[in-house]
């Protein structure tokens, strides 16, 4: 068996080889690939992409899984990686095969003229003119659906392509709790005098924010001899294979927030998979083990250090010397309150640390909906603009505002959004164990030391990469599964004593 295990893990290597150069070329498609090279490029990522579920769902693929899971089952302790490369690797097997070639081609279509749709409809404001390929998506997924039977509910299949083994029912119920409790926090604050946070909106210069997103992401521990940081307009981490990764920005000079907490937040991302160890590369067990997981990575960066006073009572002063003339002499409670505002708004990715979890529940509400034949895709825009003044109490003026702002339904993304969420949640449940383990952390911060931090990190949850799924993770490291509790509790603490509640 050894043997077909030897055979199965030179197969993934190639696989992962493949993915790897597809990586590279998606990179680079959003970086500096001119615009002349587009039809080329899709040519060649399709092709990459064919070789990968060729190999991916090989006839010699299906008889070394034949043979090696029962195995595992029998042989092998389920916690050694041996286990775990099999039951992923069965995992991704059974996926892949499941969809017929028909299907992957309808998706890759849809997806093409889903997102050339929804660009227009969005900039002209034109819903009409979306409805039919998100009625063409609401189909596709349920058919999807129906390839993954049985299931608990149509949703967990398409839930499961993000969130390993994460039930509909696990996250409705975690929503459920934290939604009152979070309602109530946004309702306290809103009855507060508004933050001034007019200092953000000064002039920072480029080349000085990039210097100082340079210098946070090395001092979080990001190696730039392992990665390196490039300009784009939406900005993404990339995994490029062991030793490059590679992180992204966009630059607002009227404007601080987007590059530095953008900076901070896809740090880490790349923190998480620069700290997978060598050996798992081109394994089944490579790479950070699912959305959440990684979202929980970038938001503690950004929101639990990057938000919190002990990190900028450690960098305002450098701030304020790069600065002068927006901070110089603004004081650091101004600048704290100003980058911690809570303020409910039309968009999700500007949304705050207290309503965002808001935006996700809306649209996770609506996928099911859509699934389970509840709601249907016309009335989608008016139970958005319902749903958006019931949870944050404004509502969109127009579409493009509300219902189209986001792309990954245009891309058939659905079961997406709530791993957004969930990772906030997990960033908070994975702090206060960190601050169990090192009582001194903010004093750390404070004098801009992250090299415990980062151990922890890397400890707890990097060396694993994809072994363990992500409730199977979160419940090793904090005793419980994903819950809701650390993050309300993190939410009231903090803005309680922002806003004086
Ligand atoms: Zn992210």
Redesign the pocket.
């Known amino acids: 068996m050894k043997e077909k295990l030897e055979r199965l893990n030179a197969i993934i290597a190639e696989i992962s080889d493949i993915g790897d150069a597809t990586a590279l070329l998606g990179w680079d498609q959003e970086t500096y690939m001119p615009p002349g090279g587009a039809e080329t490029r899709g040519q060649v990522s399709a092709t990459l992409g064919r070789l990968i579920h060729e190999r991916a769902t090989s006839e010699e693929m299906g008889k070394l899984l034949e043979e090696l899971v029962p195995w595992a089952e029998s042989e092998l302790d389920k916690d050694s990686d041996d286990y775990r490369i099999i039951k992923n690797s069965k995992r991704g097997y059974d996926q892949q095969m499941k969809f017929p070639a028909a299907m992957i081609e309808e998706r890759a279509k849809l997806q093409a003229t889903g997102n050339m749709a929804w660009r227009e409809a969005r900039q002209n404001n034109d819903w009409k003119k979306f409805e039919p390929i998100m009625d063409q998506w609401v189909d596709f997924n349920k058919r999807t659906a129906e390839l993954f039977k049985p299931y608990d509910h149509v949703y967990d299949v398409l839930l499961d392509f993000f969130e390993p083994n994460m039930k509909t029912a696990d996250v409705k119920a975690i929503f459920n709790a934290i939604r009152p409790k979070q309602v109530e926090l946004i309702d306290a604050i809103s009855k507060k005098p508004e933050v001034d946070d007019s200092v953000l909106h000064r002039a920072y210069d480029r080349a000085t924010q990039l210097k100082m997103g340079e210098e946070i992401a090395s001092a979080f521990g990001f190696d730039f001899n392992r990665g390196r940081q490039d300009e784009v307009h939406h900005p993404f981490a990339s995994n490029l294979g062991y030793g490059d990764q590679r992180i992204t920005y966009r630059v607002d000079e009227n404007f601080l927030n987007p590059y530095i907490f953008g900076t901070m ?1 896809e740090t880490g ?1 790349g923190l998480y998979e620069q700290n997978v160890p060598k050996e798992k590369h081109r394994t089944a067990l490579y790479g950070g083990t699912s959305l959440a997981i ?2 929980s990575q ?1 938001r503690l960066w950004e929101n639990l250090v990057g938000r919190s006073r002990a990190f900028w009572e450690w960098y305002y002063p450098t701030l304020q010397k790069y600065f002068p003339g927006a901070v110089g002499d603004v004081p650091l409670d101004t600048f704290y309150r100003a980058i911690n505002k809570v303020k409910p708004s039309l968009i999700r990715v500007e949304a705050d640390e207290a309503t965002y979890n808001m935006h996700i529940m809306l649209r996770m509400e609506i996928e099911i909906g859509l699934l389970e034949g509840s709601m249907a895709v016309k009335d989608l825009p008016e139970i958005w603009n319902t749903n958006m003044q019931e949870y944050l109490g404004i509502t969109p003026p127009n579409d493009s505002e509300g219902v189209l702002q986001d792309v990954h339904w245009s891309f058939g993304l659905y079961g997406y959004f709530s791993t957004y969420a969930l990772g906030n949640l997990v960033s908070a449940q994975l702090w206060e164990k960190i601050k169990e383990a090192q009582p001194n952390l903010e004093d750390q911060i404070r004098k801009g030391e992250f090299k415990n931090l980062l151990d922890w990190l890397r400890e707890n949850i990097h060396q694993h990469g994809s072994k363990y799924e992500p409730q199977e993770l979160v419940q090793r490291i904090t005793g419980s599964k994903i819950n809701g509790d650390a993050y309300v509790k993190y939410l009231q603490t903090k803005y309680g004593e922002i806003y004086g509640l």
Request: hydrophobic share 0%; charged share 20%; aromatic share 0%.
């Open positions: 937040h991302h990684h979202e970038s």
